[in-house]
């Protein structure tokens, strides 16, 4: 059994807890991560997983009900040459199999470090700020208040794997995120922040300036206000 699908199944519902915090999500347990590992390694029959974890086809279903109803699993009919009718195979879904695969964090941060070694630290930070407005690309924000476009924003990061809440103010707003998807390399090259900002630029047009906690319990955090107004409002010059 797989200890590492274990913590990723934790993780991915945690997302989905704090995302709507009033959805039920149960523990994970060992069956369910037994059932992922097998999962993983090919899409499989219930009667198949029943066989291999020595369970009656019934609990296999409600286990398989379970990681459905949280998009972990997913369902489809075989298409392979049967007599009767075609079995129905369960399989990881894209999105469930990215959060289990441990190589973009640290490819990402890989990438990172050599090109911090080839570029300026401000050459750097404007690629981080060009890369936020690459993935902001094709994303439409509906909505034509600050509070709409700056709520659609929040809804991008959900999207991404990070939730966020916003504090409203006067003039200034600030989103806090419950953590921090670029961490990993953030924590070296604080450059990599520009990314969440320039995004956040790119689809509410408003000025952001990153005020994150990087280490430990990474926590994002920005301010946002019309063009010329954050600096003056915060207090922070640069």
């Known amino acids: 059994m797989s200890y590492s699908n274990n913590i990723a199944i934790r993780h991915y519902r945690s997302i989905l807890q ?3 915090p009033h959805r039920s999500v ?3 347990n060992a069956t369910q991560t037994a059932i992922v590992d097998l999962l993983r390694r090919q899409p499989r029959t219930i009667a198949e997983l029943a066989t291999a974890l020595n369970l009656t086809p019934g609990a296999v279903r409600a286990h398989l009900a379970n990681l459905e109803g949280e998009h972990i699993v997913e369902r489809r009919i075989a298409r392979r040459p049967t007599v009767g009718k075609p079995p129905t195979m369960y399989s990881i879904t ?3 199999e990215e959060l289990f695969s441990r190589t973009y964090p640290a490819a990402f941060a890989a990438l990172i470090d050599l090109l911090s070694r080839k570029l300026r630290a401000e050459e750097l930070e404007s690629l981080m700020r060009t890369l936020g407005q690459r993935l902001a690309a094709g994303r ?3 909505g034509h208040t600050v ?3 700056v709520e659609g924003a929040l809804e991008l990061l959900r999207e991404l794997g990070t939730p966020a809440a916003v504090e409203w103010g006067e ?3 600030t989103i806090r995120a419950f953590g921090c998807p670029l961490n990993t390399a953030s924590i070296r090259h604080p450059e990599v922040c520009a990314t969440l900002a320039s995004l956040l630029a790119s689809t509410t047009g408003l000025e952001v300036r990153d005020h994150c906690h990087r280490g430990d319990r990474a926590r994002c955090r920005f301010e946002l206000g019309e063009v010329g107004r ?3 409002a915060s207090g922070d010059p640069g």
Do not use: Q, T
Request: no cysteine; net charge neutral.
């Open 140 to 142: 439409i924000v509906a």
């Open 26 to 28: 149960p523990v994970s």
């Open 18 to 20: 704090r995302s709507n």
């Open 147 to 149: 509070r709409e476009r």
């Open 94 to 96: 894209a999105d469930a």
């Open 171 to 173: 003039l200034i707003h």
């Open 230 to 232: 954050v600096a003056d």
